[in-house]
């Protein structure tokens, strides 16, 4: 079975965000993304939702969340 790139877990999604793309998971960071990714009006949040549907966004959103509770 192929792996499929979009993360479906916490893990996987913040090996992507740390190792794959080189982010750092500042509090800041985690606090903008939080926002943007609650703002329906945002043109990237609009993207994000016609590219990989609100279930995910939820996910992610979630995950971020989740980080910030971690720091």
Known sequence: MEKSFIPQNFEEWR???????????????????IASLQNSNEHYTKQFIRLYGEQHLQKVLGWFIQARDMS
């Open 15 to 33: 090996h992507c965000i740390v190792v794959e793309c080189g982010l750092k998971l500042t509090p800041s960071f985690i606090e903008e993304r």
